[in-house]
């Protein structure tokens, strides 16, 4: 196992009724920046309860935060902070809205230009944040990460920090009741992918990680179609919740390699064709796994195994039925797997290869070896 230091210190409040300890978490006396995304906290209840919560704090709210969180956007987010003087962020929402936040939180620290803190910079000081979670997905809610949309350079820029971290989130699982069937699948495909990333590369003598990782793979595969059958199941978005929670909240990668490309590639499918976050993982991950069989054989007859319970077989005819398996459940989830499905044909190669010139992703995967000539290999793949 390789050496790494772990340290999240986001407390996790779980359950029905949770949203009532804000007046807890927030100290008292805090001017707070609530922000969120469009209408859904207003029709579900979730906004009820939280202004029921922050009774006595003074409340400045933005919304309208979009999917893809823009820049522009963000900026005047932070334009309003400043204006009232607030001290504490509160963001309620999804993964768009909680990396928005935290991009609010860094800029309101920092007198530069703001872009600086998408393009290498990193934040120096923050506001504090804590977080309500409307939508399981992302793990956003207790990692340090954001990307944020950049519209005129069309570019999702990712961006870190350990003073991003929340300070706490609010994860009840009723809140996610409202969510279209989309975001469903959405939800259970990115937590899928952020754990196959962590996984999926080659043996590292690190088991524990490995069954966690298993435990996370086949929980998303049991759970997943049912919530899409029984959207208001507790228990089910009580699971699926707790599992993106887990997925990408740092313990999973410890002292194991990684291969992010597929979110790499992803971004740019994003940024240049406006899919959503998980319909890109759909897209590239199978393709990315059939044309890297060889360099991840080892732990693809693993995942094949103990995943998708392939037991018999020669190990090519293993693997083929996982990758086919892996496709199935994405497409199970609503979430189609084929960029012709989103009508886009092999144009858009030259276009996703530039973009990723362009932003030095050259060397991706575990090995740093997916180089321009097998991102197109990948993408054609994915046709
Ligand atoms: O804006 P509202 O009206 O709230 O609608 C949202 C939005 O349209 C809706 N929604 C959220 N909760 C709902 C709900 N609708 C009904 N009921 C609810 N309870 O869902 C739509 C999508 O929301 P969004 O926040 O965009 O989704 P998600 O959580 O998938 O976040 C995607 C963003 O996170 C980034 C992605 O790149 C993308 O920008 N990621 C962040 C990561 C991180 N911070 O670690 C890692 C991820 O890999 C990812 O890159
Ligand atoms: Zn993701």
């Known amino acids: 196992m390789r050496n790494f230091s772990f340290y999240n210190p986001t407390k996790i409040h779980f359950g029905e009724g949770q949203i009532a300890k804000l007046s807890k978490e927030i100290p008292p006396g805090s001017r707070v920046l609530v922000t969120h995304g469009g209408g859904s906290i207003f029709n579900n209840g979730v906004w009820a309860q939280v202004e029921q919560a922050l009774q006595g704090f003074s409340i400045s709210r933005f919304g309208g935060i979009e999917a893809n969180p823009q820049f522009d956007t963000l900026l005047r987010a932070a334009e309003q902070a400043k204006a009232e003087q607030c001290d504490f962020i509160l963001a309620i929402g999804g993964g768009s809205v909680i990396d928005?936040?935290?991009f609010i939180a860094a800029v309101l620290c920092y007198d530069g230009d703001p872009l600086?803190?998408?393009?290498?910079t990193k934040a120096s000081a923050a506001l504090p944040l804590g977080c309500v979670l409307t939508l399981a997905a992302t793990g956003s809610e207790s990692n340090p990460h954001g990307v944020v949309t950049h519209a005129?350079?069309?570019?999702?820029?990712?961006?870190?920090?350990?003073?991003?971290?929340p300070r706490f989130a609010i994860l009840d699982p009723r809140c996610t009741f409202s969510l279209p069937p989309r975001q469903i699948g959405n939800g259970v495909v990115d937590a899928f992918v952020h754990t196959i990333e962590q996984y999926l590369t080659y043996p590292a003598d690190a088991p524990l990680q490995d069954r966690y990782a298993e435990g996370l793979l086949l929980t998303?595969?049991?759970?997943?179609?049912?919530?899409?059958?029984?959207?208001?199941?507790?228990?089910?978005?009580?699971?699926l919740m707790?599992?993106?929670t887990q997925a990408l909240n740092g313990l999973l990668g410890c002292g194991v390699p990684q291969d992010w490309a597929t979110h790499m590639i992803g971004h740019e499918l994003t940024a240049l064709y406006h899919l959503d976050h998980a319909q890109t993982l759909a897209v590239i991950l199978p393709a990315l796994l059939a044309e890297r069989r060889d360099s991840k054989r080892a732990k693809l007859l693993q995942y094949a195994e103990r995943v998708w319970q392939q037991h018999e077989?020669?190990?090519?005819?293993?693997?083929?039925?996982?990758?086919?398996?892996?496709?199935?459940?994405f497409e199970r989830m609503g979430v189609a797997t084929r960029l012709s499905a989103y009508q886009l044909d092999g144009g858009v190669i030259p276009q996703v290869l530039a973009q990723l010139k362009q932003h030095k992703l050259t060397s991706l995967g575990e090995h740093r070896d997916i180089d321009l000539e097998v991102s197109a290999r990948i993408l054609l793949r994915a046709l």
């Not at 600086?116 to 290498?120: H, M, N, R, S």
């Not at 005129?152 to 971290?165: D, I, V």
């Open 100 to 102: 928005g936040s935290k």
């Open 242 to 244: 707790w599992c993106a």
């Open 220 to 239: 998303l595969i049991e759970e997943g179609p049912k919530a899409l059958e029984n959207p208001e199941d507790y228990n089910v978005r009580a699971n």
């Open 116 to 120: 600086d803190l998408l393009t290498g």
């Open 152 to 165: 005129e350079r069309q570019e999702k820029l990712p961006f870190f920090s350990p003073l991003l971290f």
């Open 313 to 329: 077989g020669s190990e090519e005819l293993r693997i083929d039925n996982a990758l086919a398996a892996t496709r199935e459940f």
